[in-house]
């Protein structure tokens, strides 16, 4: 399988050429396109679990000192879906999705929702097509100066509200 020309630029953009490029495809396709092609699903389930070891390992290099209860919403910050989403708009993963059509009507392009996962999704495909060394090289360049600026007190505001009562 060859990529066509908006997928081989979005794997540049990734900066990860595929060695199978059907992981990438299958990253993007979204279960509402309803194909034989199967959607990205499990990959997204598997692509959390990747972010979030790279993440907590970014984390812990990056403030050796650091006890848990001050990591954790700075990792919480760096993998929530808004995070996951920002990256993916960066990268313009929104083009490359394969949507069903009232997906695709409904502007599901630009849906943080679907961009989170899809983004999820293209991390696993990174791993299984190159290993955890290659998803730990796109996950930390794309996600760049968001962890040394991820904020001490990343709480989101529920967090904040519970711990103040």
């Known amino acids: 399988m060859r990529l066509s020309a908006p997928l081989?630029?979005?794997s540049e953009r990734l900066g990860h050429p595929f060695r199978d490029p059907s992981?990438?495809?299958?990253?993007?396709?979204h279960g509402s396109r309803g194909s034989g092609e199967g959607d990205n699903q499990r990959l997204e389930f598997l692509g959390d679990r990747v972010l979030g070891?790279?993440?907590a390992e970014a984390l812990l290099e990056?403030?050796?000192?650091a006890d848990e209860g001050r990591i954790a919403p700075r990792f919480n910050a760096l993998v929530r879906r808004e995070t996951c989403a920002e990256v993916a708009r960066e990268v313009d993963l929104g083009a490359g999705?394969?949507?069903?059509r009232s997906e695709?009507?409904?502007?599901?392009?630009?849906?943080?929702a679907l961009l989170a996962d899809a983004m999820e999704a293209v991390i696993a495909a990174i791993y299984l097509d190159g290993g955890l060394g290659a998803a730990r090289a796109v996950v930390l360049r794309l996600w760049g100066g968001r962890i040394?600026?991820?904020p001490e007190d990343a709480r989101d505001a529920k967090s904040a509200l519970q711990e103040w009562a």
């Open 8 to 10: 081989r630029a979005l």
């Open 97 to 100: 999705l394969k949507l069903g």
């Open 104 to 112: 695709m009507l409904g502007g599901g392009r630009r849906k943080e």
């Open 53 to 55: 070891l790279v993440m």
């Open 148 to 150: 040394a600026g991820a």
């Open 23 to 29: 992981l990438l495809v299958r990253a993007l396709t």
């Open 62 to 65: 990056a403030d050796p000192a």
